[in-house]
């Protein structure tokens, strides 16, 4: 086997299967059935619930949804990945913390759009992913916007994609009671092949750029470490009220409104447990800035330094990088990449590595090797290009 797997052809799959299981299990033939993709996230890491800027991409890898209306307001749910028989709700009576499992998320949908005043009802849905959970690719995000996609189109209510990525991060905000961001949300509603999509979250405003790795005889490598380190959830909030709590001592609206040249300043006025923390993010938000300029100018390889100082900021001012995400960066940067670095939340997950076509196996063999060495259970390497968004495909 080679050390990196062919890029997943997702996009082509056929939707048969789901629409099959969905008759076994709900007796009907579905209404339709919607994707929704994960995402890796280029550069602009913990700079979303700072105002400020990212720069992901959708992947191959994405949530289906069968899906057909019900007129007696259930909502009933099964998963092929999700263990245990199907879900039956009223949704009527979802409230948050009424749901502790995987349903928590198309439910937290469900409640999200009916909490903004949309007129909706019950539904069967069939659910089956091809996106890793716990790997940091946004699984989450992916199964809340293919269900907000899904009850968009069956409801007729015509939000746009960016209007259900904020129906689906307040389904994972209020429902679920994770405090995230709206990038990954944004990344699964809003993305496009063949590009990446530049979110400036103050504004409200997305756009796509080109983003043709292999265009420049380059790849995109996905490192899934495997590893999920339990501390990262309440380090998620912690770290978010700390940036918060910078921004308000500096008589801030968000951190985003710090440029480069204000961090001596800031660092003079804030407690010494916060500056790296400030630092983090505004040089995090100079760095998608930068990238964005590379990319409009077609230079790809420009993002590997950019990428690998991101990575570096991650691991040493925010500290949420482990030994597991740091090995897989030093090892390719070792073997020759142009950039590495952890995508995403953090204290695991996964790494994206930006390679030469010709130094991309090198790299994967060497990272595997260095798992071996260390003793870590074996990652699992793909490459990625970007995907489209989230779309009804049947
Ligand atoms: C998680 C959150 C996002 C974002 C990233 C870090 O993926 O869901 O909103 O904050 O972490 O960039």
Redesign the pocket.
């Known amino acids: 086997m080679n050390a990196v797997d062919a890029p997943d052809n997702a996009q082509g799959r056929s939707v048969r299967p789901v629409e099959e299981v969905f008759r076994r299990v709900f007796g009907a033939h579905p209404e339709g059935v919607w994707a929704a993709p994960g995402r890796v ?1 280029l550069i ?6 700072n105002d400020g800027f ?1 720069l992901p991409i959708a992947i191959p890898q994405h949530t289906l949804v069968a899906a057909k209306r019900r007129r007696d307001g259930r909502l009933r749910l099964h998963s092929e990945q999700g263990e245990g028989p199907v879900i039956d709700l009223a949704v009527a009576d979802l409230v948050p913390g009424a749901v502790t499992t995987w349903g928590a998320y198309p439910a937290g949908v469900v409640w999200a759009l009916r909490e903004a005043g949309y007129e909706t009802g019950g539904a069967d849905l069939h659910i089956d992913s091809t996106v890793p959970t716990g790997a ?1 690719l ?1 699984s989450s995000a992916a199964l809340e916007c293919a269900v907000a996609f899904a009850y968009d189109d069956l409801y007729g209510l015509g939000l746009t994609p960016a209007a259900l990525a904020l129906i689906a991060q307040r389904a994972e905000n209020g429902f679920v009671g994770v405090p ?5 949300q944004m990344a699964s509603a809003c993305c496009a092949e063949g590009q990446a999509l530049h979110l400036d979250i103050r504004a409200g405003a997305h756009e796509h750029v080109p983003f043709a790795p292999g265009a420049e005889g380059l790849r995109l490598l996905v490192v899934d470490t495997r590893v999920k380190h339990d501390l990262g959830d309440g380090a ?1 909030a912690a770290l978010r009220a700390g940036c918060e709590r910078a921004a308000r001592l500096l008589g801030l609206a968000a951190l985003r409104d710090l440029a480069p040249e204000d961090l001596p300043r800031a660092g003079r006025l804030l407690p010494a447990s916060l500056v790296p923390l400030v630092r983090h993010v505004v040089t995090e938000n100079a760095r998608v800035t930068e990238a964005v300029s590379h990319l409009r100018a077609g230079r790809v390889a420009a993002l590997g330094p950019i990428i690998s100082a991101g990575h570096a900021s991650l691991r040493d001012d925010y500290a949420i990088s482990c030994a597991e995400t740091d090995l897989v960066v030093d090892t390719a940067l070792e073997h020759g990449a142009l950039g590495a670095r952890m995508t ?2 953090g204290f695991g997950g996964s790494v994206i590595v930006l390679v030469a076509e010709e130094r991309a196996s090198a790299v994967g063999t060497a990272v595997t090797g260095a798992f071996r060495t260390a003793g870590y259970q074996e990652p699992h390497l793909f490459e990625v290009s970007p995907a489209p968004g989230a779309r009804r495909i049947a």
């Not at 995230?180 to 990954?184: K, L, Q, R």
């Open positions: 996230n602009g890491e913990h700079t979303d619930y990212a940091g946004s995230c961001g709206v990038m990954d998620y995403g939340g």
